[in-house]
């Protein structure tokens, strides 16, 4: 697997957090039963479905409510609250859409199974450098908090860490490890330090 690439600015002084969730390739389909004309739009499906909360969805071939239909294959909206049936998407106000008659299908890539894996992340200098700056990990405490349920994989690096950061420039790498002991990049990328004005 080639891991993503994400570079971020962290502002020394204050808390830096980051929500990832991570996608298998398996495509899941969950068949519509009705969605509101309302602000946020409600969608209910004809079954439970796996979808948790915070996943990126597509919607298609809705017949009445065209409007929610996904104009591209790279478009998705995000379901912020989500119940065993229903998916609420708060980026979408349908009020003004036409009604809905029938069909559509909400379509989402299963998560992976967190919870056969651990993490760990750390920030160097440089890809060369044998300097550890910060390193996390998924024990208790050690900064990475993986959900199984919500699919997510959250890091925190703490005000007081942050803090103590005196680079202007590093990198950074996530990996994570499953029970078999298969290690598997996940994530890498540039930190750009900010400077703190209050301190």
Same mark, same amino acid.
């Given at each position: ?84 049936? +229903? =998916? &609420? !998407? ?6 003004? @859409? ?7 299908? #909400? %379509? ?45 994989? +959250? =890091? &925190? !690096? ?6 103590? @950061? ?7 790498? #996530? %990996? ?24």
């Amino acid at each position: 697997m080639v891991p993503g690439k994400v570079n971020y600015k962290i502002y020394q002084g204050t808390t830096f957090r980051q929500v990832y969730r991570w996608e298998t390739d398996t495509r899941y389909y969950a068949n519509i039963q009705s969605i509101t004309k309302s602000g946020p739009c409600v969608i209910t499906t004809a079954a439970n479905h796996t979808i948790p909360p915070g996943w990126r969805i597509r919607v298609t071939n809705v017949v009445g409510m065209k409007e929610i239909n996904m104009a591209s294959d790279e478009d998705y909206y995000v379901a912020n609250d989500v119940t065993s049936n +229903t =998916v &609420t !998407i708060n980026q979408v106000n349908s009020s003004g @859409f036409s009604a809905y008659t029938s069909g559509g299908t #909400i %379509e989402y890539n299963a998560p992976y199974p967190l919870q056969y894996y651990s993490a760990v992340m750390q920030i160097r200098p440089n890809v060369l450098s044998d300097t550890i700056i910060l390193s996390l990990n998924s024990n208790a405490g050690g900064g990475i908090v993986i959900n199984p349920a919500n699919g997510t994989i +959250t =890091v &925190t !690096i703490t005000a007081t860490q942050t803090a103590a @950061f005196n680079f202007a420039a590093a990198v950074y790498g #996530i %990996e994570l490890t499953d029970t078999s002991g298969i290690v598997t990049p996940f994530l890498t990328g540039n930190i750009t330090l900010v400077k703190d004005v209050i301190r």
